[in-house]
């Protein structure tokens, strides 16, 4: 499953870390090495966007012009933060967190070794680790992103004919592809793809591959009855 079939290489300065022969999570493993000569290669300041004083920015922080990072945000680096993004009071960027052009990281949401793409929202109380999220994603307040089994073994994915696909990562998230709308309080089990344009419902569970221009709709069964007066 090759990058440029869920995600808009054009929609982000990384294209890099993509390969045509190889399927789009062996970027994953890639993140470290790659961030790591990027920053080696950067001319000048790191730090070129609005700080605020109140931030914790680490070393190997690069910060593009016209980027926005509010009081009490962390990120603790190595990373890469895109022109024009803004990082939001609360967000905790770990190690190996690369993103986009325009895109925001919400209060209480929490990166680690991830790549999003240009306009790329993760607005509340996220957690985005081992994953890839491509342009114009959207993660909605509560969405959680997997990234290891509960048994720690190495992360088998679901194809949509069934099949099973050994992807030899024991940590690996999801892989949302471009303009595809996850609805507050999912979560994306270890090895979630999901293709381009989709809308995942809120309060859903989903695992495994789902194809382009999908709906997944997760309905409940609600009763309501008369309060009884004390």
């Known amino acids: 499953m090759e990058a440029r079939s869920l995600l808009d290489l054009s929609q982000t ?39 605020d004083e109140r931030a ?25 933060i895109g022109a024009g993004t803004v990082v939001r009071s609360g967000a905790y960027v770990r190690e190996n967190v690369i993103v986009g052009d325009g895109c925001v990281l919400g209060n209480s949401s929490e990166f680690k070794n991830c790549l999003l793409f240009n306009s790329c ?33 190495s992360i088998r994915l679901r194809d949509t004919d069934g099949s099973r696909i050994d992807t030899g990562l024991r940590k690996f998230g999801a892989i949302v592809g471009d303009g595809t709308e996850v609805g507050c309080n999912s ?32 309905t409940q069964s609600l009763e309501s009855v008369p309060r009884e007066k004390k």
């Open 13 to 51: 300065d990384h294209a890099d870390l993509f390969s045509d022969d190889q399927p789009v999570w062996s970027a994953l493993p890639q993140i470290k090495d790659y961030l790591k000569a990027k920053l080696a290669r950067v001319e000048g300041s790191l730090l070129r966007g609005d700080i």
């Open 56 to 80: 914790l920015i680490g070393e190997q922080v690069f910060i593009a012009a016209d980027a926005i990072v509010e009081a009490n945000a962390v990120i603790k680096g190595p990373a890469w």
């Open 121 to 153: 929202e993760v607005p509340h109380f996220n957690y985005v680790g081992d994953s890839i999220l491509g342009y114009k994603g959207h993660l909605g307040a509560g969405v959680i992103c997997s990234n290891v089994r509960l048994d720690r073994k």
């Open 187 to 218: 979560v994306l089990s270890p090895g979630t793809i999901l293709g381009r344009d989709c809308i995942i419902y809120p309060c859903t569970h989903w695992s495994g591959v789902l194809a382009e221009k999908q709906i997944v709709k997760n």
